[in-house]
């Protein structure tokens, strides 16, 4: 994984709002080294306070904390026992910042990391807001090769889109997929062929337009 090229020199007057970035990345050393439940819980409390965080500077690439922070949060969000649902409301936040969105598609590449978390046995809750942080990852994502994650992606995606759109939140999910579809698929044709492999293409296609229909209608 590439990361942002960092400012050596950090200005001492505003050092203090990275703290809780810092603290995290001690925890995050300490889970790798242990994975007692003591780190664990202070991942998710640091995580808590950077997610709530106002000032979305403190997600601007560039800064050595920050490069820290996000390449500590990939690293733990690939473990099984990671805290996983504390840092997609981390990616929420920081997703909101520019600057930061580009990194978190480009520089640390946090799709595969998301869609290894999409499933049927989370909740409907769940699923809306990963699929929103997606939503916003997955915008400009360039994928030069068939990664091992598009197949499975493309097969829940395509799943969500396709099952019936009766009650609210399964329309919000479905419109949501089929978003997080469109982005991935954008100029990429691994993605095109990841898809292809996946559904019936004239079918997918037909349920599209009456899904447009309905959207209209609705």
């Known amino acids: 994984m590439e990361v942002?090229?960092?400012?050596?020199v950090s200005n001492p007057s505003d050092g203090g709002k990275f703290v809780n970035l810092k603290?995290?990345?001690?925890?995050?050393?300490?889970f790798e080294n242990t994975h007692s439940e003591n780190a664990v819980n202070l991942m998710n409390r640091y995580l808590g306070l950077i997610a709530s965080s106002c000032d979305l500077s403190i997600f601007s690439p560039g800064r050595s904390e920050v490069c820290a922070f996000f390449s500590s949060l990939w690293r733990v969000m690939c473990d099984g026992r990671g805290p996983h649902?504390?840092?997609?409301?981390?990616?929420?936040?920081?997703?909101?910042?520019?600057?930061a969105r580009h990194a978190l598609t480009?520089?640390?590449?946090?799709?595969?990391?998301?869609?290894?978390?999409?499933?049927?046995?989370?909740?409907?809750?769940k699923k809306i807001k990963l699929l929103s942080v997606m939503q916003d990852i997955s915008y400009g994502i360039k994928i030069s090769w068939q990664e091992s994650y598009l197949a499975s992606l493309m097969k829940q995606l395509?799943?969500?889109?396709?099952?019936?759109?009766t009650e609210p939140q399964h329309r919000t999910i479905g419109h949501k997929s089929l978003t997080v579809l469109v982005?991935?698929?954008?100029?990429?044709?691994?993605?095109?062929?990841?898809?292809?492999?996946?559904?019936?293409?004239k079918d997918f296609v037909v349920h599209l337009i009456n899904l447009k229909v309905y959207s209209l209608v609705y």
């Not at 942002?4 to 050596?8: A, F, K, Q, Y």
């Not at 603290?23 to 300490?30: D, G, K, S, W």
């Not at 520089?107 to 809750?125: A, G, Q, V």
């Not at 991935?184 to 293409?201: E, K, Q, S, W």
Request: with cysteine.
């Open 85 to 99: 649902w504390a840092g997609v409301a981390v990616l929420s936040r920081a997703s909101i910042e520019p600057s």
């Open 106 to 125: 480009h520089t640390y590449k946090f799709m595969p990391i998301l869609s290894r978390l999409l499933s049927d046995s989370i909740s409907n809750d």
């Open 158 to 165: 395509t799943e969500w889109i396709t099952q019936p759109m």
């Open 183 to 201: 982005n991935v698929c954008y100029g990429n044709l691994p993605a095109i062929y990841a898809l292809m492999r996946t559904v019936d293409t």
């Open 23 to 30: 603290l995290f990345v001690t925890a995050a050393r300490e």
């Open 4 to 8: 942002d090229s960092v400012d050596p």
